[in-house]
């Protein structure tokens, strides 16, 4: 007999009443209740109690949220009064039972690190009834640090200090994470991360965690569906004459993973179709859905869903729908919160900004450092563009630059001489940007003003310490920007802006450690005063200078990202809602990192990668340099990042939810090195053929990466990404430490090459759910740095998903009964304005 097409069958299944709509369980989370472990108090009132970092230092009692604290629908159990007593463990390898027979398909962690770094990494051990282990790596945030804001899931103004009522003003955080759990057998009891260094060490404040659905039949009748949150954000993307809200909306599949057959998922465990999700009800209208074609048993799914319409203080309804347009579930009561049109200085509202859908898309950018520093160009294995700064610091032999500065140019030389030497006689705008795009990058962020002062737009009547004034008499920002909006429209345009100036006269009221203000001391005769070239008079730096360059950059520059740096005293609340309001009254979406001394959108990690998930925004920063932003002559070529470096710094990164921001430093005539270009266009060759397992993807909740480290995930609506770091010969193994793979019969798995993309591989997956992919020699040799294998999903009569999202796939005529729109919703979801 002849099996029925896959719009039959699911017409068939929809008549037949197979698939019955219900209303959809609330996601599940049960709190673990850890206080027998408990070993610190972290809170106090006034600061004379408790001793969180080891130092005394504490948390504020009253800032802290008292008793059941909920995020994204996830319960979690606090203290009902801070600051009376211990409140969280110290992590040194405790363990914590669960209920007997309890399968869990995620943990939820509310932990902070109290260390001087910017992370730390640890490592959970969950234990299951049949004896094995699964390894949680955790790479964490510490609860302050400079010069990053590290704006929390809990962030507090400030905490106290030295047990007094001292007060540090940096934001400190407590932050939440939740990590998917393999659930091949119950678990049974939780290990806590060992502490290796009594300065650096882990602080767990309360745990929770998500029971697996076992059905009470022997097998499953079909996907335990929950929507896990909806977010009503604040992107949007054009539709029609509309602005269309961006809901984001996650769903799991709560079966254990014991549910998930190897290579073959059981159908009536596992989601294998077209489903859409849309939002509606309190004046919401969805106008494109959700889509998606893969969940397997313990997995989660991130969908956007497109709306219009909205009611403050209404509930949406979400409804779930498979492939013939049946309704499979709902789950209604979420609170709907309407596209924010306009923007106060006010930190409730500031904070609720997001970073917008084509940043997240985008993945990978380049950071141009350029300034007076690129004439000298010279670190000791440091930041070359921090070269005023160690001429001075220190003024004697033990500065490495200050010896350097006196060899070369003379004790006579002021760093302002610079100024006659940055000529920009080379440089072309376009050649940058033809760079920029050969490197696969999809935006750019300009140094517009480095802690030197010395900036590369016009300041107009706030300084003249400029290059529009001072030097070659150019707006080098305007000129790439111009050239970028004519030449180069898909790269989006990001400034650079440091907030302190070193030596500026008129910072010195505000400052402090390494941006103390106040003119420079001739670093070879600290009795004489360095100028401070183009210097004009104002009444107060933070007023008169510092907001309006900021203002400047947004609304006469229109930059799309705005990359502060260091902090400090700031008006960024006021140039917040400014920049926000000007971007949404000109079309377009903005955002702002987390160094602008508030409300950031995003976290940038310098010179460092996370290790695993972080579910927030966040992207590393650092130099096509070992050791530097700013050109440095005494870097070799072979010291520079290669393609293979760049490529899986980038992969990394993604997989774990990060966007990439790689730094090039231009010589003072304007020239891109070849030894940073060609190794720029050679990561760019890569992404030119593999860039599918890159732009536009979302991380695997359940697995960002094998436990060797060998292999890394990515997903998409319609594929699965596996990117090998180690050349494979013969057989690809991928194992994802337990998590099920979300591949089925059916799929093809192709490797992304030059060539195209590759022949359909014989694959497998065996015991334990590890895979096995046999390569083709030929097609592995074509290509270099990592190895991209796409698995295309295969909707039920083995047409691929990647056709069915084209809208050319499915039938769907009326004699099976298919809505006719259907098959084109995935295309109207993957299009719909959110191209990069």
Not at 159 to 164: E, F
Not at 685 to 706: D, E, I, K
Request: charged content about 15%.
């Amino acid at each position: 007999m002849k099996p029925l097409s896959f719009p039959l069958l699911a017409a068939a299944h929809a008549f037949l009443g197979l698939v019955a709509a219900q209303s959809l369980p609330a996601f599940p989370s049960a709190q673990l209740d850890i206080s027998s472990v408990f070993n610190n108090q972290a809170a106090s009132e006034d600061g004379s109690s408790g001793d969180f970092d080891g130092l005394g230092g504490t948390f504020v009692a009253s800032l802290l949220p008292p008793g059941t604290w909920e995020y994204q629908g996830i319960k979690y159990a606090f203290p009902a009064t801070w600051g009376k007593g211990e409140d969280n463990v110290i992590a040194n390898g405790q363990t914590v039972k669960l209920p007997n027979e309890t399968y869990v398909t995620e943990l939820h962690i509310v932990y902070s690190g109290d260390g001087p770094d910017s992370d730390f990494s640890a490592n959970f051990t969950i234990n299951y009834k049949d004896d094995s282990t699964t390894i949680l790596p955790l790479t964490g945030l510490e609860w302050f640090q400079f010069p990053e804001m590290n704006w929390g899931t809990i962030p507090t103004r400030y905490h106290h200090v030295n047990y007094s009522s001292a007060i540090n003003w940096n934001v400190s955080s407590l932050y939440q994470l939740s990590i998917g759990i393999p659930s091949q057998s119950p678990l049974e009891n939780i290990t806590f991360p060992e502490t290796a260094d009594a300065t650096d060490r882990v602080h767990i404040f309360a745990l929770s965690y998500t029971p697996a659905v076992v059905p009470t039949t022997a097998k499953p009748t079909g996907p335990e569906l929950a929507v896990k949150s909806v977010e009503f954000s604040t992107r949007w993307e054009q539709v029609g004459s509309s602005r269309a809200q961006t809901v984001a909306v996650a769903l799991a599949n709560l079966l254990p993973a014991k549910y998930a057959t190897a290579g073959n998922a059981s159908t009536n465990a596992t989601v294998n179709e077209a489903y859409t999700v849309e939002v509606s009800g309190g004046g919401v209208t969805t106008v494109a859905p959700g889509v998606f074609y893969r969940l397997v048993p313990t997995d989660q799914v991130n969908l956007d869903v497109l709306v219009t319409g909205g009611d403050n203080g209404q509930t949406a309804t979400v409804t779930v729908k498979n492939a013939a347009g049946a309704v499979v579930g709902t789950s209604a009561g979420w609170p709907v919160t309407p596209l924010r049109t306009s923007w106060t200085p006010e930190v409730d509202a500031l904070t609720t900004h997001e970073t917008p859908t084509w940043w997240r898309k985008a993945k990978y950018g380049i950071f141009i450092h350029w300034g007076l520093y690129s004439v000298p160009a010279y670190g000791h294995n440091s930041y070359a563009e921090w070269y005023d700064w160690a001429l001075h610091n220190p003024n004697s032999s033990q500065s490495p630059t200050w010896v350097h500065h006196k060899e070369v140019y003379g004790e006579n030389v002021v760093y302002d001489d610079f100024i006659a030497n940055f000529t920009a006689g080379l440089w072309s705008p376009t050649e940058w940007l033809q760079l920029i795009e050969d490197a696969g990058a999809k935006y750019f962020v300009q140094v517009t003003k480095h802690h030197d002062g010395y900036a590369l737009f016009d300041t107009g009547n706030t300084s003249h310490r400029s290059s529009v004034y001072l030097g070659p008499k150019r707006d080098f920002v305007k000129e790439l920007f111009d050239a970028a909006k004519a030449g180069f429209p898909e790269l989006h345009r990001g400034t650079y802006f440091s907030l302190p100036e070193w030596f500026n006269p008129f910072y010195a009221p505000y400052g402090f450690e390494s941006w103390p203000g106040g003119l420079a001391h001739n670093a070879y005769n600290w009795s004489e005063i360095e100028p401070y070239t183009g210097l004009i008079n104002v009444t107060d730096f933070i007023t008169d200078l510092q907001f309006p360059q900021m203002l400047s950059l947004a609304q006469n520059y229109d930059t799309e990202i705005m990359w502060c740096d260091i902090g400090g005293p700031n008006m960024t609340l006021e140039f917040a809602a400014a920049y926000y309001n000007h971007a949404w009254e000109n079309g377009y979406q903005v955002t702002m990192n987390d160094r602008c001394g508030n409300v950031p959108d995003y976290s940038t990690p310098e010179y460092t990668v996370f290790g695993s998930l972080q579910t927030t925004s966040w992207e590393t920063n650092e130099g096509m340099d070992p050791d530097s932003y700013g050109i440095n002559n005494q870097t070799t070529p072979d010291e520079y990042k290669n393609g293979t470096t760049i490529v899986q710094t980038l992969v990394d990164v993604v997989s774990k939810n990060g966007n990439y921001l790689l730094d090039v430093g231009p010589t003072a005539e304007g020239v891109i090195i070849p030894a940073m270009a060609d190794n720029l266009r050679d990561a760019g060759r890569w992404l030119s053929y593999s860039g599918a397992c890159v732009y536009n993807t979302s991380y695997w909740p359940q697995a960002q990466q094998s436990p060797d480290g060998s292999v890394r995930f990515l997903t998409t609506p319609t594929t699965f990404c596996i990117v090998a770091f180690d050349k494979p010969s013969g057989t690809l193994t991928v194992d994802a430490g337990g998590a099920v793979l979300p591949v089925l019969q059916g799929d093809e798995v192709r490797l992304l090459g030059p060539s195209g993309n590759g022949t359909a591989l014989r694959w497998s997956v065996g015991e334990g759910g590890v895979m096995s992919v046999e390569v083709d020699a030929g097609e592995v040799d074509e290509v270099e740095y990592a190895w991209a294998f796409e698995v295309r999903y295969a909707v039920a009569n083995g047409t691929s998903s990647e056709a069915v999202a084209s809208g050319v796939a499915v039938d769907v005529g009326a004699e099976a009964g298919y809505p006719a729109e259907v098959g084109h919703v995935a295309q109207q979801v993957l299009s719909a304005g959110q191209s990069i």
